[in-house]
């Protein structure tokens, strides 16, 4: 159990910080749109800013 800790922990933040509730999360990947602006965030500007 304790090697699941990360792992769990990871999936909750990422929830937490996109605001997506976990029911309609399935929803949110099938949005073309969401998931453009989901994907540009974290391999575009991400990376500039770091």
């Known amino acids: ?6 792992p769990v922990v990871g999936i909750l933040l990422y929830f ?7 029911l309609r999360f399935r929803r949110a990947l099938a ?6 602006a989901i ?3 974290n ?3 991400v990376p ?3």
């Open 16 to 22: 937490t910080f996109l605001q997506v509730p976990l």
């Open 31 to 36: 949005d073309v749109r969401f998931l453009a």
């Open 39 to 41: 994907l540009t965030a």
């Open 1 to 6: 159990m304790e090697g699941a800790i990360w």
């Open 43 to 45: 391999f575009v500007f």
């Open 48 to 50: 500039l800013v770091v």
